[in-house]
């Protein structure tokens, strides 16, 4: 039985009865573009009819992907789309929908695999002797999924998910840094947090806060958006781990570089990424590339996305729009492309494999891995944590 109490609730919370009257967001949000079914109107639409019901039916509950740039074009600061979207999840969840995660839902099992009693993992296997960590200290690398995605990803992609770790542990030693790496860290559970499955997002919620505590961290950094930004929102959902939480790229920006360019690069952000940075992501590219690297959305001044979120849609839709994005890139003679998000780099790895993509002319990296391997000297200083 649908929570109609429960939705219209959240309806008012997150003034949403403002998108019945409105469309402002439809031009800029991504689903919108390339579904005519959904729109934030039609979906506060059908959530607040006598039969909330058929927004199962009709597709609609699963259809937004959480991107959140919707809130860039809403007039009103207060109304929250997204939010809403995700409590009217929750009420669904309850009554034992389940959300429809791609990937035959396997990167879903192993969240809640973690998410479910005292698991042990063997999730360090992935560390070098080069590379230096510690049980305990100031600053701690949260690696989040990624040795769980070079199980599932990194053969069908060519990519060992787990290079992100290691170059974000290389540029941490680099300038003086041991973090702590946990061996029992788990999903951060923003995939689970965006569907509505609230019950395994606050399992893993509970036990990263706990081991982060006992870990003496005063600074979490990460080098996926989507992590830093649920860390971030922790405190606020009940579950302090009593840190700042960075971007790892960010929180060294000015101890690294310069950064060596070859090729014409441009950058795809993450929807998650902009509240993780000190300053704007102009500022970031600013410090690292001395303004010869621009934001591909910027650029092609649209907003641009990779159809990932919450790793709820693998589909023909979704991959419309990362060929979309890739052959943008080109026509703009870029021949590299820079990912800051693990979920964007997996799919954009997908988009270009041989079979599919015959334009071998565009490198994507992730830029963790790019800074890296281009950084030309790194700066002893200390960082202010
Ligand atoms: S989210 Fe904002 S911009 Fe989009 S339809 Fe609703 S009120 Fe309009
Ligand atoms: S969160 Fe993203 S997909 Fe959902 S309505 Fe907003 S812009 Fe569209």
Redesign the pocket.
Known sequence: MTDKKEIERLAKQMRVQACLDCRK?EE?????RDNSE?S?QA?VKLALSPQPERLVSSGLLW?????????SACPDEQTD??EF?RGVRETFVKTGQEPPFGHRGMVSAVGRLQASGDLSQKRLSWLTNATKTAESGDVLYFVGCLPYYDVIFSERIKKRLTQIALAGLRLLNSVGITPVVLPNEVCCGSDFYWMGDRQTAQSLFAKNAELIRRSGAKTVVVTCPECGSMLRMYPKLGYDHGCQVHYLADFLRKLIGPVRLAEKTALLSS?RLAPLLAEDLEGLLGSLFKGEVHSLADDLNKPV?CGT?GWLRSDALTRAMQDDLLVAAMNRGYTQLLTVCPKCRVHLGFAMRPEAWRRAELNVEDLTVFLSNNVEKASHGRVQA
């Open positions: 967001c800029v949000c991504p689903i919108c959904f934030p979906f259809a937004c992907i959480s991107c959140g740039l919707c809130r789309f997204p979207v929807c996305c979120g």
